[in-house]
T-cell receptor
Framework: GENVEQHPSTLSVQEGDSAVIKCTYS??????FPWYKQELGKRPQLIID?????GEKKDQRIAVTLNKTAKHFSLHITETQPEDSAVYFC?????????????FGKGTHLIIQP | GAGVSQSPRYKVAKRGQDVALRCDPI?????LFWYQQALGQGPEFLTY????????KSGLPSDRFFAERPEGSVSTLKIQRTQQEDSAVYLC????????????????FGEGSWLTVV
């Protein structure tokens, strides 16, 4: 099955600085790569996603880059703000037409220092 | 409602007790997933429904876990004879299209049901 590695597990940055979270995956057939933000006790919320036919996607302060050859993708958050503090999960679809949904990384706890 | 709704939000069960967790997906969504999220971990897949058909249950950890979606909308996850290792957040999620046909439809999550087995 798919194996998703996410790092770092904890990331502390100064407010206003950038944050980068990286994920690698194992299945070269994977074709959909979403990122979810989860605040304590809340639901995972989709913040950005990218499909395998695109190398980069940006939405205001958030961007995702995908390197299919190397099988890794990254989340970039610029001009970080206190409300960006949360746990971020990367996820991968198996792309094989099966029904087992998304495989998630273990999460990155992002801490924005004022 | 506008989002995925789950109940109860919090459940404390005595070991050996049966529990039932309910999910109301977004109206019209074909796909419905159940995930289990242990503390400090990412969600892990349990089972998938396309309308009323359970197409994948490979993630269910034991035969004590059972899920149904009889009319293709509301779903129930039942756990029989609960054990302490069942303590987790159970997340329901839905997607507009068939995930089986296109594994790239956006998945929307509910707030989860927090199960504690004592």
């Amino acid at each position: 099955g798919e194996n998703v590695e996410q790092h770092p597990s904890t990331l502390s940055v100064q407010e206003g600085d950038s944050a980068v979270i990286k994920c690698t995956y194992s299945d070269s057939a994977s074709n959909y790569f979403p990122w979810y933000k989860q605040e304590l006790g809340k639901r995972p919320q989709l913040i950005i996603d990218i499909r395998s036919n695109v190398g980069e996607k940006k939405d205001q302060r958030i961007a995702v880059t995908l390197n299919k050859t190397a099988k890794h993708f990254s989340l970039h958050i610029t001009e970080t703000q206190p409300e960006d503090s949360a746990v971020y999960f990367c996820a991968v679809s198996d792309g094989g037409g099966g029904a087992d949904g998304l495989t998630f990384g273990k999460g990155t706890h992002l801490i924005i220092q004022p | 409602g506008a989002g995925v709704s789950q109940s109860p939000r919090y459940k404390v069960a005595k070991r050996g007790q049966d529990v039932a967790l309910r999910c109301d997906p977004i109206s019209g969504h074909v796909s419905l997933f159940w995930y289990q999220q242990a503390l400090g971990q990412g969600p892990e897949f349990l089972t998938y429904f396309q309308n009323e058909a359970q197409l994948d249950k490979s993630g269910l950890p034991s035969d004590r876990f059972f899920a149904e979606r009889p009319e293709g909308s509301v779903s129930t996850l039942k756990i029989q004879r609960t054990q302490q290792e069942d303590s987790a957040v159970y997340l329901c999620a839905s997607s507009l299209g068939s995930w089986f046909k296109d594994s790239g439809n956006t998945i929307y999550f509910g707030e989860g049901s927090w199960l504690t087995v004592v």
